[in-house]
Each structure stands twice: as structure tokens, then as C-alpha cells.
């Protein structure tokens, strides 16, 4: 069965400074995997997707995510955190189950920026 | 920049209640999702739909049901609210194809008393 793991409930960074963002998945097929992003009061908004082909993914907002199958990982990074990122971080797989294409997410990860 | 919309936002009501959450949007998207969100948890998918007249239960069992007569919209039923059906309902659409982007509404925050 499939399944997403957020080892990190809640990281805290100064702005600034670099961030990564820790997830692992379990799943018997090529993953289909998705960053989405929850700001208070809103709903999820995709930042990036890994389908096949680099592993380094670019998103939006100067977010990145890097694919290893060996490690079943598609761990989240940003260069320099800015205050505005402050969010709740989801990752999900996709997965085919009974011919339907669904995303199960992970439990999340709470960003705190300081100054 | 996304059109879906859910109403109400905010939800408080007492036990045995039947309650609607609504969920419309504007994309012309055909697949649509019902997920539930509890802090600290995992967001589970309760409820899809392929299209007009098509409706699946996800993966998490849900005492709520759904309809969808028309492509734009996508209501979610509690015929007798409970204490335990207290939870964040997100509703999110795609086009339907394989892993296309979800996009989701802002959520319904129900409190049932």
C-alpha cells in the first residue's frame, strides 16, 4: 500500500536561512509526487510535481525537490527562507488504485520563519 | 489563479443536524474531491467524482455523501451531524487526466456541538 512520511511535524528557520523539507514514500510502482503548500486559512496550492525524467524538480516561489528512488525520498528545498513562506508543507504520492488516480498525502510539515 | 469555492467557511451546529457543504467551481474541471483535514493528520479523501452523475467513496470511510448533477458543482451531505464528524472539509478539482494539478477551495472549518 502506499504512504507518505513527514518525519518533521514542525520546523522552525530564521529568514534567510536555507530550508529542507524531509519526505519518504512507500509505494511498488513509479511514483507520481507532488509539494503542496497550506498558508492559514487557505487551501492547498501545488509548488511542484515529479512525473519521470530529472530528478531535481524546479517549483514555484524558488522552491525545489530533489527525486531518490534509492532512498524512496523527495525531499523539499529552498535556498534562502523569506517570512511569506511561513506554511504547512504536504507531501503526497499518486497512486492507481482500482483504475482511479488519487493523491495520499503525508501528515505535513508547520513552517515557522523568525526574523 | 484557481475558481473554487466553498461555502460556508465557518460551521457551528448541534448534534442530529443535516448540513450541506457546498463546493462550486468554475474551471470546468471534471474531477472533483472531497478531502477531510485534522490537525496533525494526514488529509484523507472521503468522497471523488469523474463527473456529472458520477460519484466514488475514497479511501478514508465517511458517513457523508455527495452529489454531482452538474460539472461545476459538488455538494457534501451530513444527514445527522455528530461530535465526531468535527473536522476541516477541503474540496479540490482536476482535469481528468491521470495526476493533473488538484486545485482546492479554502476549506469548511464544522464544529458539530
Known amino acids: 500500500a502506499q504512504s507518505v512520511t513527514q518525519p518533521d511535524i514542525h520546523i522552525t528557520v530564521s529568514e534567510g536561512a536555507s530550508l529542507e523539507l524531509r519526505c519518504n514514500y512507500s509505494?511498488?510502482?513509479?511514483?507520481?509526487l507532488f509539494w503542496y503548500v497550506q498558508s492559514p486559512g487557505q487551501g492547498l496550492q501545488l509548488l511542484l510535481k515529479?512525473?519521470?525524467?530529472?530528478?531535481l524538480v524546479q517549483g514555484i516561489k524558488g522552491f525545489e525537490a530533489e527525486f531518490k528512488r534509492s532512498q524512496s525520498s523527495f525531499n523539499l528545498r529552498k535556498p534562502s527562507v523569506h517570512w511569506s513562506d511561513a506554511a504547512e508543507y504536504f507531501c503526497?504520492?499518486?497512486?492507481?488504485?482500482?483504475?482511479?488516480?488519487?493523491?495520499?498525502f503525508g501528515t505535513g510539515t508547520r513552517l515557522t520563519v523568525i526574523p | 489563479e484557481a475558481d473554487i469555492y466553498q461555502t460556508p467557511r465557518y460551521l457551528v451546529i448541534g448534534t442530529g443536524k443535516k448540513i450541506t457543504l457546498e463546493c462550486s467551481q468554475t474551471?470546468?474541471?471534471?474531477?472533483m474531491y472531497w478531502y477531510q483535514q485534522d490537525p496533525g493528520m494526514e488529509l484523507h479523501l472521503i468522497h471523488y467524482?469523474?463527473?456529472?452523475?458520477?460519484?466514488e467513496k475514497g479511501d478514508l470511510s465517511s458517513e457523508s455523501t455527495v452529489s454531482r448533477i452538474r460539472t461545476e458543482h459538488f455538494p457534501l451531505t451530513l444527514e445527522s451531524a455528530r461530535p465526531s464528524h468535527t473536522s476541516q472539509y477541503l474540496c479540490?478539482?482536476?482535469?481528468?487526466?491521470?495526476?493533473?494539478?488538484?486545485?482546492f477551495g479554502p476549506g469548511t472549518r464544522l464544529t458539530v456541538l
Open positions: 479540490a478539482s482536476s482535469e481528468y487526466r491521470g495526476f493533473d494539478e488538484q486545485f
Open positions: 509505494y511498488g510502482a513509479t511514483p507520481y
Open positions: 515529479y512525473f519521470s525524467g530529472d530528478t
Open positions: 503526497a504520492v499518486g497512486a492507481s488504485e482500482g483504475g482511479a488516480n488519487n493523491l495520499f
Open positions: 474551471m470546468g474541471h471534471d474531477k
Open positions: 467524482s469523474y463527473g456529472v452523475n458520477s460519484t
